[in-house]
Structure formats: structure tokens, C-alpha cells
């Protein structure tokens, strides 16, 4: 069994990557890492509170390891903490790095050559995966999950604060992608085969935020130009 830890981002990716690999049984997930927003206690992208993240990975039944993060953290500086991060992970006897990834090239290109540089290897359990074919099997397999976060370029408030269902994938607009690969939407997964139990939350407000990227830094480590940037998003609250 080859010791492995989970890069989770509390969604449906991540969830059904653990899946995939409990089920071979040639990895040994033994860590959940998240970055954390360390300005409001939430994962980023997403938005999901710190609270009801710990309260999930407890029903998992897996440790979870939270990296906190500044708002506005330059790609320098992120590349600095997650190597001495991953790093820490090395020394404490892990060989793996798991990540939800579908199929942006560019993204999994990064992670093999960050790893790289910590003698770490990365696991891509969903790569290449047929998108559509994906979120039939996630569902198939009994997972439920809520979207917390849409990109406003790409769907409306509607989309935000729903169940994911075979309704919810039929509703989504010609070019945005199934398992939403192009950040067109992130999700919180609360049931499914690698619970012990169903994550008991509440639905609180959506509100929609946009981000400026003129007062943003000039090296942010989620997009390199800036002119690039999707800037308006609809999140979900959720709470415990």
C-alpha cells in the first residue's frame, strides 16, 4: 500500500478521487490537506466555512490538515509554503499526492513540477475521464453534493444552492462542462459511500461578489493574467 495523502477540496472531484482509490486498494489515503482563506476561515474557491470542512472530514473518518493561506497570496509565496508543506508530508513517510484533476493540462503540468522538487508523486485518479460519464458514475455511486460557488460569466444565481442531480446537469447551459473542469461551478459533497454518516448542514444566503483584479497583486497564484480573470461569483453559505 503506497501512503498517499488527498489534496481535498471538500467537492465532488475530490470526494470521488477517495472513492476510486479506496476501492483499488493500492493506496493508503491517510491525510486530507486544504488550504485555507486565512482572512475569513473558508476555502477559498469555494467559499465552504472551516467548520463545516472539519465536520466532514471527521465523518470521512480521515485526518485533516489545514494550510492556511493569505487572501491575496502572491504565486511566490504560495510556491514557498506548499513546499515546505509537501515537504513535511515527505518526512513524515508519505510517497503520494492525490488530486482531483479532470483534464487541464496546464494545472497537472504544475503539480508534477512542484512535487517534483520534494521527491513526491502525484496521482491523477480521474484524468481523462469523459466528463459526462464522470458525474453519471459520481451520482450512480450515490454521492450527493450542493454547488457553493458559480461563476457568473457562465451560469446564473439559479445554479447556486443546488442539489447536483441528473436535473441540475440537464439544466446547465451548452459549453459549460458536466463536473464544471473550467471553474464554471464548485460543490459540497455531504453524503455518499465514503461517509459514515450524512454531513448535517443549512442552506443560509447566496450573495454575489465580484473581485477586482486591477487592486489585486500582480502575481496571484490562481491566474496569470489578469485581463484573463472571471470577476463576479454567486456563493451559497452553508453552516453546521
Known amino acids: 500500500m503506497k501512503k498517499a495523502f488527498l489534496n481535498w477540496s471538500s467537492g465532488k472531484d475530490a470526494a470521488y478521487a477517495l472513492y476510486l482509490l479506496q476501492q483499488a486498494d493500492n493506496f493508503s489515503i491517510e491525510k486530507l490537506v486544504t488550504t485555507i482563506n486565512s482572512e475569513n476561515n473558508r476555502i477559498s474557491m469555494h467559499g465552504l466555512r472551516q467548520e463545516l470542512l472539519m465536520e466532514q472530514a471527521k465523518i470521512i473518518g480521515i485526518p485533516l490538515q489545514i494550510i492556511s493561506l493569505d487572501g491575496n497570496v502572491s504565486m511566490d509565496t504560495y510556491n514557498r509554503i506548499m513546499e515546505k508543506e509537501t515537504g513535511k508530508l515527505k518526512s513524515e513517510g508519505f510517497t503520494h499526492s492525490v488530486f482531483g484533476d479532470i483534464f487541464l493540462e496546464d494545472l497537472k503540468q504544475y503539480r508534477e513540477q512542484q512535487l517534483q522538487k520534494v521527491d513526491l508523486l502525484p496521482v491523477f485518479p480521474l484524468w481523462k475521464k469523459d ?98 480573470w472571471d470577476t463576479k461569483f454567486y456563493y451559497c453559505d452553508l453552516f453546521s
Request: net charge negative.
Open 131 to 228: 466528463s459526462a460519464a464522470l458525474m453519471k458514475d459520481f451520482l450512480a455511486s450515490g454521492f450527493k453534493a450542493i454547488t457553493v460557488s458559480v461563476n457568473a460569466k457562465v451560469l446564473d444565481q439559479s445554479f447556486c444552492g443546488r442539489i447536483i442531480d441528473q436535473d441540475f446537469l440537464s439544466d446547465l447551459p451548452e459549453g459549460v462542462d458536466p463536473a464544471g473542469e473550467n471553474g464554471e461551478f464548485h460543490s459540497f459533497v455531504f453524503d455518499g459511500p465514503i461517509f459514515k454518516e450524512p454531513v448535517t448542514f443549512q442552506k443560509g444566503e447566496i450573495v454575489e461578489r465580484s473581485f477586482d483584479p486591477a487592486k489585486t497583486k500582480k502575481e496571484n497564484c490562481f491566474k496569470e493574467e489578469q485581463e484573463s
